[in-house]
């Protein structure tokens, strides 16, 4: 059993009980994440541990004891050069429901920096209610791209409409000289409007950004070439991900389906159905 000190983990998907919190320990910064962003709420003031129910997240600062990595040989994983593309009509599904690391490099869109909700945050609004949103906005569980709209700490300050000087006031107060600091110009940045400056400074290095929406691995895998087409994502955006999908904790199964995917958006080798073709936007002035 890992020994946690100063910090005790509160997972997102204990609040289905009502005794229950949610999130992760991290002796810096109390923080959530939204379910399949994996972001993380954290508390300063216990030093005893919840049991990890679901989506066990632990900091390498805080954890004492180690368990001791098995003897077992572990398979060595496939290079991508080395796999045979598969037909990728149907995808082969991903399982998010787990928890660590893994989910949140494949469903995250913005960086461990605005990932996290400190806790502060969740008492200003009320838990019910942050946790709520967070499920509903969640892009593990929603198809929201658009920084504003999936979860994460500027689109919940936009939505809860938390006044500036209690984010200034608890962003500040939280500094400690880690490199998940929030900078001055950086609150000044989720403070403001500009949408697409946010996306383009906070953006996963593994998403593909297209103004102010990010699309994560898990979106790309997941959606149709028609909804690349449509939502302006080229085949070299695409083919610029093929190291993220790689390094992917994915099956050998769903890494070859994407890479046929992949080549097949590339090569122009693929036939949009009637079902998945992009909209065509009416336009009432031609008659047809």
């Not at 796999?83 to 913005?110: F, H, Q, R, T």
Request: proline share 5%; glycine share 6%.
């Amino acid at each position: 059993m890992l020994k946690i000190t100063r910090v005790f983990c509160i997972m997102l998907s204990l609040v289905v009980a009502a005794t229950m919190l949610f999130g992760c320990a991290n002796t810096a910064q109390n923080n959530i994440d939204a379910p399949g962003t994996e972001p993380a709420v954290t508390e300063n003031t216990s030093s005893e541990q919840t049991e990890p129910v679901d989506e066990p997240i632990l900091s390498e600062d805080i954890i004492e004891d180690v368990p001791e990595e098995s003897t077992e040989e572990k398979e060595e994983p496939v290079d991508w050069n080395d796999i045979e593309p598969a037909n990728y009509e149907v995808m082969p599904e991903l399982s998010i429901s787990g928890g660590g690391d893994g989910n949140s490099y494949i469903v995250s869109i913005v960086n461990s920096k605005l990932n996290g909700i400190n806790i502060s945050f969740l008492e200003y609004v009320g838990y019910d209610t942050a946790i709520e949103w967070a499920y509903s906005t969640s892009t593990g569980y929603s198809d929201y791209t658009a920084i504003d709209e999936a979860a994460n700490l500027y689109s919940f300050i936009r939505y809860f409409d938390v006044p500036d000087e209690t984010v200034r006031e608890i962003l500040v107060g939280l500094r400690n000289g880690r490199e998940d600091d929030f900078t001055d110009e950086e609150i000044d940045l989720i403070l403001s409007d500009d949408t697409e400056a946010v996306a383009a400074h906070f953006a996963s290095e593994t998403a593909i950004r297209k103004g102010d929406n990010l699309y994560s691995l898990y979106w790309i895998y997941s959606h149709p070439i028609s909804d690349y087409i449509s939502n302006g994502i080229t085949a070299a955006d695409v083919e610029s991900r093929v190291p993220y999908y790689n390094a992917a904790p994915m099956s050998l199964e769903a890494k070859a389906a994407m890479k046929g995917k992949i080549q097949a958006y590339a090569s122009g080798d693929y036939e949009l159905s009637q079902a998945q073709a992009p909209a065509v936007e009416d336009n009432p002035g031609v008659e047809e």
